[in-house]
């Protein structure tokens, strides 16, 4: 829907804003709850912020007038105006009846009803403490014409002066729900950071596979209307077209599924989607207030995955889809600034070393290290045999990583590389992958029958280490970059074991049991390394016990230590809900393990979430799936080393720069 005025049609994307929610106390009222602002703001001031306009032509008002604005208003009669940031300086304008501020090139400003091009503005503060507020899309500005005080568009000139007054009664801009309130202390008394890690994120899986197979962006400059509305735009008005979804669910390409996300989101996310978004950022943001301290946002790309897509929005080259989950992380971590009023402002921020990541989670942030999880890093594929590049491309292809932030690395991924034999996997997802091994490669996975530990029903990977995989391996530890060896097939693991402890250098089974199995000495000998390990998700008793497990093992200078590797995004369901939540729930407000923060039901659109009836339907839920886990026997116990992981995930980062 478009309203015009005085010729101008203002184009309009995504779904209507009067589908916005009431919102809970603590989280912002609809009415009169956005932050106030100082009376000579700058642009800090104004993010999320409720502001009147005042126009230095008139010295009166802006208000809603018909299908346009007018500034000839007193200042009690002034319409309320709820600024939401899109960037660092960019905004939407909303007014109290939820429509925005739109213009095109010139004539009257006109209102929206849906947030597009035209609807987003650039502030500049200028030096006596007015703004001009100009299109991002056409360069233009809003103008006030002196005689009647119609808001106009135009150039530069009398009229583009404006200032801005703390107001009341903004209707907020819609937005997903943290649902948690309270403070936590980042540091332990000894120093030591608290909190878990999730060492296996996919935040940017949306751009997989040439960008249309998983619906949903963990954000969008307009919104979460745009963000989370739009379902039937790649998978088709009834899940037809979500190939990629159907082959992973049932082995088979055709299928159908309910498409409907925002507002009401009767169809996804669900626990159990391989191909819908479930790490938006108001849903991390939760899991960082219940505790989570350092992620690793793994990019992720299978070029053969990717060609079987008969729809995509970039090439199927995986280094420049690297590129593109890179430069989309750099554009999360300004957006969350944004949200927060300037650069630097926002509760993550990604990092490179572990000493800056340190002092992150010391400042009480979000730690985020960008890793990479792709089938032919650097474009070392392997056809019959023959690796598809040389040493000088390894080189050049790290050195090129290194400087885009990437400090962690895949070695293989669903398929053999130049680097060596890949892990083979269970399931439709096995067979699934075993096309894309011949497509690849010329051949089928040479196979073997497994040792102590085992890759896929007792078969594994004959391929092991390459001399090329060895020299990739070598360049790793002169660099300080993190080592992942899930993935390899045992053989390929056990040569990487290997060259790590003739350097004393740990190494990362960033989600253990998932691309090979690893048994009780293998976990030792990562241990002893000053590796790391994860719990992949269950339900909390599934969790509990796996724990448990995993802590016989996971004991390293500091004391036992297993992360968390969720794998959310990377076709990897997320946990149902527990059997017997019914008679003995989860029961809400909880408050979190080591944090003094409550925590309500999780609320985005039209849909409150529960733990009891949905599982972990997005990303969000983790926050209430490890306080489950704290309510189960000996759960608190079990916790310890969960809550000791981001510190830990420190020490063996840290080791890395010692120990070569």
Known sequence: ??????????????????????????????????????????????????????????????????????????????????????????????????????????????????????????????????????????????????????????????????????????????????????????????????????????????????????????????????????????????????????????????????????????????????????????????????????VVAQTVEDQPLCEIEPVRTHSCDEMETIKLEIEQLRALQDYVDAQSGGRGRGWLRIVTNPFQARRVIEQGKLAVVIGMEASNPFGCSELQGVPQCTREDVDAGLSELRRLGLRSMFITHWIDNAFGGAAFEEGAKGDFIKTFEVAQTGHPFATEPCGDAGEAGGQCNAEGLTDIGAYLVRRMIAEHMLIETDHLSQKAREAVFEIAEEKGYPLVSSHTGTGGEWTAPQLKRLYELGGLATVRPGTAPEMAADLRRLERSATGAGGSAVALGTDTGGFSALPGPRPGAGADPLHYPFKSFVCDVRFVRQRTGERTYDLNVDGVAHYGLIADLVADIEHQPHGRRMLRPFFRSAEAYLEMWEGAYRRH
């Open 1 to 294: 829907m478009a309203r015009a005025l005085a010729g101008l049609t203002v184009v309009v994307m995504g779904v209507g804003l009067a589908a916005a929610t009431a919102w809970p106390a603590g989280e912002g009222a609809s009415r009169s709850a956005a932050p106030r602002v100082a009376q000579s703001p700058s642009r800090a001031d104004l993010a999320n912020g409720c502001v009147a306009l005042r126009s230095s032509a008139t010295d009166r008002f802006l208000a809603i007038d018909g299908d346009g604005y007018a500034a000839n208003a007193r200042r009690a009669d002034a319409t309320p105006l709820y600024l939401k940031p899109t960037a660092l300086p960019t905004y939407l304008i909303q007014d109290s009846e939820r429509t925005l501020i739109a213009g095109g090139q010139v004539g009257d400003a006109a209102r929206a009803d849906t947030p597009g091009p035209e609807t987003e503005w650039r502030l500049r503060r200028l030096a006596n403490g007015t703004f001009t507020i100009a299109s991002t899309a056409y360069g233009t500005r809003l103008v006030v014409e002196p005689a009647g005080g119609a808001l106009t568009v135009g150039v530069p000139g009398d009229g583009d002066r404006f200032r801005f007054a703390a107001a009341r009664g903004c209707a907020r801009y819609p937005e997903a729900r943290v649902g948690a309130r309270g403070r936590f202390d980042p540091t332990n008394p000894d120093g030591s950071v608290s909190g878990f890690a999730d060492v296996h994120l996919h935040i940017t899986a949306n751009l997989r596979a040439g960008g249309s197979v998983i619906y949903g962006e963990p954000f969008d400059r307009l919104g979460v209307t745009e963000a989370l509305g739009h379902d039937a735009d790649v998978h088709g008005p009834d899940g037809s077209l979500d190939v990629t979804g159907n082959l992973l669910r049932t082995g088979e390409p055709t299928g159908t599924h309910d498409t409907d996300g925002w507002p009401s989101f009767a169809g996804w996310p669900v626990f159990d989607t391989y191909t819908h978004q479930q790490t938006y950022y108001m849903w991390l943001k939760r899991v960082w207030k219940a505790g989570m301290r350092l």
